[in-house]
Structures are given as structure tokens and as C-alpha cells.
């Protein structure tokens, strides 16, 4: 069974800084990793699938990058919208099950 | 407008059943396989199974084998999922949510916005 885990767990961060969060594989996932934002009260919402492919409508200052064991979730210059719990998600063709990483909080700081 | 509705969530005591639905709008659903996911209260999310895109093969979390069922009704475009012997640790906001296309497929690309289900004496 693969394990997601992501680090830090909270990210104080201001408006207008980056924020660099990380996602760790417990074995090599090639580039099976994808990365959601939820914001309270709020369902998920897909921000990078495969990796590095930004979904549909998602800003440019997001971008993902990695593969193996290792994954970054990048935001480049955080806006006010962007203070939210990041989780990264891991699934194979067989078994379909899905895991989730712990998630990061990115705070207001 | 791609959509995801779900509905059936509410409070049951320990050992009761409860059947969840999600409907699904604006994408060719049968063509998709199509996932339950949990998040406890203040936790993280937690998958908890997967039907295919023709309702033929399932899978299963764990703690909830055996006592969970998924099912789907490509003629209604509805996703279910019967629980059953339900717990405490079962209390969660329960999401459907749809696989993604082409080189996505392996992520959700739309969730629902949830439904609550509490379970407690």
C-alpha cells in the first residue's frame, strides 16, 4: 500500500510570497500524483493531475512538478483565496483504490 | 455545466443503514468509473470505493468491505452507495466524485459538495 505523506503540515506564508509544499511516496508512483485545494467548508477542487498538468481554469501560479517518490506543489505568489488545506492523491489502474497525504495547511501569517 | 449532487446523508444510531445518492449532470456519465471519498470531522480525506464505468467491478476501503455497497444507474445517471452496520467512525461529510479524462483519469476532476451523515445513539 502506497503512503502519501506531506510535509510541512502548516505553512505561515503572507500574501504575495511562495509557498512550496511537499508530497512524499512511500515507493515509486511515476507520475501518478495529483494535488486538490479545499477550502473550509468547501469540496475539493482538482488543481494538478499526472504530476505537472494543471487542470482546467486553474491559475498559472500553481504548478506541480516531480516524479518517483518525490512531488512539490508550487504557488508562486499567494493571493487571499489561496490560504487552504492542499492534499495530494495517488492512484493505480489496479487495485483503483485512491490514497490521500495528510494535507498542508497554508496560513495566513 | 458538469455537476455532481448528492443527497440521503442525515443522523442514524450505531448498527443502522442509510443509503446515499449522488446525481450526476452534464458529462456522459456512463462513461466514467466514478468514486465515494469521507473526511471525518476536521480530518483529512479518506477513499472509500470505486465502481467502473459500466457498474461491473467495485472496490473497497478496508473498514468499510462488507459493509458498504456502490452501485450506479447509468439509465439515471446515479451513483449510490448502502451502508450498512454503520458505526461512529463512519460520521463524515461523504463526497461523490468523478474520474477524470484522458490522462487525468487517474484523479477526480468534480466532487460533489457533500453530504453529512452522523452517526450517533
Known amino acids: 500500500e502506497i503512503v502519501l505523506t506531506q510535509s510541512p503540515a502548516t505553512l505561515s506564508l503572507s500574501p504575495g510570497e511562495r509557498a512550496t509544499l511537499s508530497c512524499r511516496a512511500s515507493q515509486s508512483i511515476s507520475s501518478f500524483l495529483a494535488w486538490y485545494q479545499q477550502r473550509p467548508g468547501q469540496a475539493p477542487r482538482l488543481l494538478i493531475y499526472?504530476?505537472?498538468n494543471r487542470a482546467t481554469g486553474i491559475p498559472a501560479r500553481f504548478s506541480g512538478s516531480g516524479s518517483g517518490t518525490d512531488f512539490t506543489l508550487t504557488i508562486s505568489s499567494l493571493e487571499p483565496e489561496d490560504f487552504a488545506i492542499y492534499y495530494c492523491q495517488h492512484r493505480n489502474n489496479w487495485p483503483p483504490a485512491a490514497t490521500f497525504g495528510g494535507g498542508t495547511k497554508v496560513e495566513i501569517k | 455545466q458538469v455537476q455532481l449532487v448528492e443527497s440521503g446523508g442525515g443522523v442514524v444510531q450505531p448498527g443502522r443503514s442509510l443509503r446515499l445518492s449522488c446525481a450526476a449532470s452534464?458529462?456522459?456519465?456512463?462513461?466514467?468509473?466514478m468514486h465515494w471519498v469521507r473526511q471525518g470531522p476536521g480530518k483529512g480525506l479518506e477513499w472509500v470505493a470505486v465502481v467502473s464505468s459500466a457498474g461491473t467491478v467495485t472496490y473497497y476501503e478496508d473498514s468499510v468491505k462488507g459493509r458498504f455497497t456502490i452501485s450506479r444507474d447509468n439509465s439515471k445517471n446515479t451513483l449510490y452507495l448502502q451502508m450498512n452496520s454503520l458505526g461512529t467512525e463512519d460520521t463524515a461529510v461523504y463526497y461523490c466524485a468523478k474520474e477524470g479524462s484522458g490522462v487525468g483519469y487517474l484523479a477526480f476532476d468534480v466532487w460533489g459538495q457533500g453530504t453529512m451523515v452522523t452517526v450517533s445513539s
Open positions: 452534464g458529462f456522459t456519465f456512463h462513461n466514467y468509473g
Open positions: 499526472d504530476a505537472s
